[in-house]
């Protein structure tokens, strides 16, 4: 059973003008239910360690921290620190990585999230059905 | 309890297998919508 949600995409554009936009922590703000993007406590958007805070047009708000970012590997990763309404899982990570295609100067994007977390649902919910059987 | 058992993993790998499919289901559609704003 896989425990990793995953998708990749071909961008059309070349790796530097993908990477200018998605090495920018901020970046969700082009998502259109994304509402605001705010970088916590006048950081940088590029500073390993900088909280931002995404509100959705839903209501929902969720803070997540900048764990690494390379510009050696066009990769960029971050945890979830705080969610409300709170995740089905207690925490969770990402990591978008860019490939150059050298074939056409095309940009292959990959983002995974692993969910080591979902051993805590299993855990739940085991427990949850042993006490009310 | 054998059966208990069985049953808990059964809906347990159920619900997780929904969240990743949930999830990736997000990514993909917000690298489709990135993808249409990084080129314009």
């Given amino acids: 059973m896989s ?4 998708a990749s995409a071909v961008f059309p554009q070349p790796l ?11 970046f ?10 705010e970088i916590d406590d006048g950081e940088s958007a590029f500073a390993v360690g900088a909280v931002r805070t995404i509100k959705w047009k839903s209501g929902e708000v969720r803070k997540q921290r900048l764990v690494a970012l390379s510009d050696l590997s ?5 945890e979830l620190v705080f969610a409300d309404p709170p995740e089905e899982t207690t925490a969770y990570d990402s990591t978008i990585q860019l490939y150059r295609i050298t074939e056409n100067n095309s940009t292959f994007v990959s983002w995974y999230a692993p969910s080591f977390v ?10 949850f059905l042993a006490h009310s059987s | ?4 058992d069985s049953r808990t993993y059964e809906y347990s790998a159920d619900v997780s297998q929904g969240l990743i499919q949930f ?3 997000e990514l993909a559609r917000t ?10």
């Fill in chain 2, 23 to 25: 999830r990736q289901a």
């Fill in chain 1, 118 to 127: 979902l051993a805590f649902i299993h855990s739940f919910i085991h427990c």
């Fill in chain 1, 74 to 78: 066009f990769s960029i990763s971050w």
């Fill in chain 2, 1 to 4: 309890m054998m059966h208990r």
């Fill in chain 1, 28 to 37: 969700p703000k082009l998502i259109d239910d994304v509402e605001s993007v």
């Fill in chain 1, 3 to 6: 425990t990793r949600a995953r």
């Fill in chain 2, 31 to 40: 690298l489709d919508e990135l993808r249409s704003k990084i080129g314009h």
């Fill in chain 1, 16 to 26: 530097e003008q993908v990477w200018a936009v998605l090495r920018d922590f901020s």
